[in-house]
T-cell receptor
Framework: AQSVTQPDIHITVSEGASLELRCNYS??????LFWYVQSPGQGLQLLLK??????LVQGIKGFEAEFKRSQSSFNLRKPSVHWSDAAEYFC?????????????FGTGTRLTIIP | DTAVSQTPKYLVTQMGNDKSIKCEQN?????MYWYKQDSKKFLKIMFS???????INETVPNRFSPKSPDKAHLNLHINSLELGDSAVYFC????????????FGEGSRLTVL
């Protein structure tokens, strides 16, 4: 069965600084990988996804993520954060033969932005 | 127009009661889901329906009964509520199982006293 680890429970970043959120997955074959964002009191919104092809994927709101098979990682990055990026970020993995039906989420990383 | 809407947003109730949460999506999607998010923010799938048919039931106690009257609606009924049922319940939808994007509702926070 697949699993996801987000090693950082909480990260604090200054506005305008760069950001990297870590995600490691465990899955025997090529996974489908996702990053979702949850703003306070809201549901989750998809930031980006990786299915195949180019290992650097671009998402909404200026985010990108890089799939590194050798490290079983799919880290999320943003070159310059904005106060509105403060939220909870979830990495998720799905078995490629099931897709959404077997989506497994990590426990999330809470991002705080300081002025 | 809200794409995936859930009601109620908040539920406070006593142990042993029965409660329902309703979900509707206006995206024309075929697949709908219920997820449970616990106090540690861990998000776990409970059920998945595709075109009104149950596809996934992830070892959820049978006190939880989903019902899909049509593909735009997926309701969750919970009998004999227990303290451990306190959580935020999210409804979601997708165009299909291989699309890779779930659209989530805003969640329904259930508190069992």
């Amino acid at each position: 069965a697949q699993s996801v680890t987000q090693p950082d429970i909480h990260i604090t970043v200054s506005e305008g600084a760069s950001l990297e959120l870590r995600c490691n997955y465990s899955y025997g074959a090529t996974p489908y990988l996702f990053w979702y964002v949850q703003s306070p009191g809201q549901g989750l919104q998809l930031l980006l996804k990786y299915f195949s092809g180019d290992t650097l994927v671009q998402g909404i709101k200026g985010f990108e993520a890089e799939f590194k098979r050798s490290q079983s990682s799919f880290n999320l990055r943003k070159p310059s954060v904005h106060w509105s990026d403060a939220a909870e970020y979830f990495c998720a993995v799905a078995a490629s033969n099931f897709g959404n039906e077997k989506l497994t989420f990590g426990t999330g990383t809470r991002l705080t932005i300081i002025p | 127009d809200t794409a995936v809407s859930q009601t109620p947003k908040y539920l406070v109730t006593q142990m042993g009661n029965d409660k329902s949460i309703k979900c509707e999506q206006n995206l024309g999607h075929d697949t709908m889901y219920w997820y449970k998010q616990d106090s540690k923010k861990f998000l776990k799938i409970m059920f998945s329906y595709n075109n009104k048919e149950l596809i996934i039931n992830e070892t959820v106690p049978n006190r939880f009964s989903p019902k899909s009257p049509d593909k735009a609606h997926l309701n969750l009924h919970i009998n004999s509520l227990e303290l451990g049922d306190s959580a935020v319940y999210f409804c979601a939808s997708s165009q299909g199982p291989q699309t890779g994007e779930l659209f989530f509702g805003e969640g329904s926070r259930l508190t069992v006293l």
